[in-house]
C-alpha cells in the first residue's frame, strides 16, 4: 500500500498529480492508473479526482508474483506489512537462473506469503552469493523498494568473513574497482577499468592460520568481498574460485549476520542480527575464538 498526505497545493492538482509531487515513480503512477485502488479521505476516489492540502491518499497495488511457491522452510529474521529480512542458508539461490529454475529463496517467500495469506511480491535490496549465508532484506511492494532510493535512506550491511592467513592491518578501507575476468562469466578481478567497489574490513581477531573480519560493504559489486580480500593475498576459507582452501569448510566462509535500516514508512532505525551458521561455528573452534567476546553486538 501506498500512503501520501498531500502538502502545500499552489493549484489544483489532480490525485496522481498529487503522487507525482511526493515522489511516486512515472512507472508506478501508470500502473496506479491502469489497476490502482484509490481512497482519499478514506473515500473511494479516482486518479483524476482533485484533492487538497492534507488530505490522506492510500493506494492498493494488486501484486503478482511470477515464482512458483515450494515448501522450502525459510528463518524470518524480522517481517513487516512492507519488508522482510530472511536468513538465507548457504547454497540457497536468491532466484531463479537460466540454469536453476526452482529451489531458490524467491520460489521459498512466494510459499510463504501464500501460506500467511499475503499479497506480496518479491523485491531484493541487495543479493547474496549462492553459498553465502545471512540476512537478505527484501520489500513486498516495488514502491517500498523505490522508496529506499527517493527518500536517500542507506541501509548497511555487515559480513563476518574468515581469511586465511594473518591479515595485514586491524583496519583497511579498500577502494579497488572490480570488473569481470576475461573469458569467464563467473571469475571477477580488480580492474582499473573496473566499477568502482568500496569495501571496509575490521579484523576482529587472528591466528598464523586464520584471520576473523567484519566487513561493510559501500557498494555491492559482484564477489566483491571474495575478490577484495584474495587481492590482498587472503582469500576466504573455502573460497576455491579465489584460491581458498576447502579443508576446514566446504564453501566460502562469509555470513552476513547484521542489517541496519532506516524504515521507508515509520522512519525507525532498525538493526536485524543473525546467529553464525554451524560449519563457520566448527570454523571458530578450529581457530579457538569465542564468538559471543569477538562479535560486536
Keep these: 500500500m501506498i500512503e501520501v498526505i498531500v502538502g502545500r497545493l499552489e493549484k489544483k492538482t489532480s490525485l496522481l498529480g498529487a503522487l507525482r509531487h511526493a515522489g511516486v515513480s512515472a512507472t508506478m503512477r501508470r500502473r496506479i492508473k491502469h489497476n490502482g485502488i484509490c481512497t482519499c479521505n478514506g473515500r473511494a476516489a479516482d486518479t483524476r479526482d ?28 524480522y517481517e513487516d506489512d512492507y519488508i522482510i529480512a530472511v536468513n538465507k542458508p548457504a547454497g540457497l539461490l536468491m532466484h531463479p537462473t537460466s540454469g536453476a529454475h526452482d529451489g531458490t529463496l524467491a520460489n521459498a517467500l512466494a510459499w510463504y506469503y501464500q501460506k500467511t495469506g499475503q499479497n ?70 580488480t580492474d582499473a577499468d573496473g566499477k568502482p567497489a568500496h569495501t571496509d574490513i575490521q579484523c576482529l581477531a587472528d591466528t598464523d592460520d586464520f584471520s576473523l573480519l567484519q566487513v561493510t560493504l559501500h557498494t555491492g559489486r559482484t564477489h566483491q568481498i571474495r575478490v577484495h580480500c584474495a ?67
Design 50 to 77: 482533485f484533492v487538497s492540502t492534507g488530505d490522506v491518499i492510500r493506494v492498493e497495488l494488486p501484486e503478482s508474483n511470477p515464482f512458483q511457491p515450494e515448501p522450502i522452510p525459510v528463518e524470518i529474521a
Design 120 to 189: 506480496c511480491s518479491y523485491h531484493p535490496m541487495h543479493r547474496l552469493d549462492r553459498n553465502t549465508s545471512g540476512l537478505c532484506l527484501i520489500a513486498k511492494q516495488p514502491q517500498i523498494q523505490y522508496a529506499f532510493s527517493r527518500q536517500h535512506l542507506d541501509y548497511h550491511r555487515y559480513y563476518l568473513a574468515v581469511a586465511e592467513g594473518r591479515f595485514p592491518a586491524r583496519r583497511l578501507t579498500i577502494h579497488w574497482p572490480i570488473s569481470r575476468a576475461p573469458d569467464s562469466i563467473i571469475l571477477r578481478r
Design 231 to 297: 587481492s590482498l593475498g587472503h582469500p576466504l576459507c573455502g573460497d576455491d574460485l579465489y584460491g581458498g582452501s576447502r579443508t576446514k569448510i566446504a564453501r566460502q566462509a562469509l555470513h552476513a549476520f547484521r542489517i541496519q535500516f532506516t524504515h521507508p514508512v515509520s522512519g525507525t532505525f532498525i538493526t536485524v542480527n543473525s546467529p553464525l551458521p554451524a560449519d563457520m561455528q566448527q570454523l571458530f573452534c578450529c581457530a579457538g575464538w569465542d564468538y559471543h567476546n569477538l562479535v560486536p553486538l
